[in-house]
């Protein structure tokens, strides 16, 4: 167990729908990732929240969004979905910005949309 | 464009033999080099990490190698066994933007056989 817990583990869904997944990071940890993965594109970063505030956006669709709360879990929210969507979505935290001793990745929520 | 090209995509190697993953990336810029390993069904897990002020860094049967001037960064796994058998990430980012969000390369696929 990685300590970033991420919920749920499979969703399946039909396009169009909007879905929410969520993310606690390791006990401490201020900064929570989100990244996509997909077989094509592999490991795409889409955004990066500490304590609260947005702190980088990577390749995030207009349809994505995400926020982290004052407990510092976090959300990402996919909407009006495609069959594109699908992939695995990945959330990792770390202490402060990530440094020399990287980022621990949460097992992830595999994303099907039909 | 930011981008971090990985060779091979996939790789099979006996067990005991030497395995050998290349990176290279574009941006100078980029400061850190991390390998993930990940297994399926799992997260991506922080393996060996490496700045540019060092030309080597080992930590047990893994090194990896680095060349500033080229560009290039690999993983070399020695004595590798079947438990190595995993999908392995190299990455790069750079701290200006005091961010650290990485960029990925798209994975290499090692089976190791008995």
């Known amino acids: 167990d990685s300590g970033v817990t991420q919920t749920p583990k499979h969703l399946i869904t039909a396009t169009g729908q909007r879905v929410t997944l969520r993310c606690s990071p390791r006990s401490g940890d201020l900064s929570v990732y989100w990244y996509q993965q997909s077989l094509d594109q592999g490991l795409q970063f889409l955004i990066q929240?500490?304590?609260?505030?947005?702190?980088a956006k990577g390749n995030i669709l207009e349809r994505f969004s995400a926020q982290q709360f004052p407990d510092l879990h976090s959300e990402l929210n996919l909407s009006s979905l495609e069959l594109g969507d699908s992939a695995l979505y990945f959330c990792a935290s770390s202490l402060r910005w990530a440094g020399l001793y990287g980022y621990t990745f949460g097992s992830g929520t595999r994303l099907t949309v039909v | 464009q930011q981008q971090v090209k990985q060779s091979p995509q996939s790789l099979i190697v006996q067990k005991g033999g030497i395995s050998i993953i290349n990176c290279a990336y574009e941006?100078?810029?980029?400061?850190?080099f991390p390998w993930y390993q990940q297994f399926p069904g799992k997260g991506p897990a922080l393996l060996i990490a490496?700045?540019?002020?060092?030309s080597e860094k080992k930590e047990g049967r893994f090194t990896i190698s680095f060349n500033k001037s080229a560009k290039q960064f690999s993983l070399h796994i020695m004595d590798s066994q079947p438990g190595d058998s995993a999908t392995y990430f190299c990455?790069?980012?750079?701290?200006?933007?005091?961010?650290?969000?990485?960029?990925f390369g798209k994975g290499t696929k090692l089976s190791v056989i008995p």
């Open positions: 941006n100078t810029a980029f400061d850190y």
């Open positions: 490496i700045r540019p002020d060092v």
């Open positions: 990455a790069a980012s750079y701290s200006g933007a005091g961010s650290y969000q990485l960029t």
């Open positions: 929240y500490y304590n609260g505030e947005e702190r």
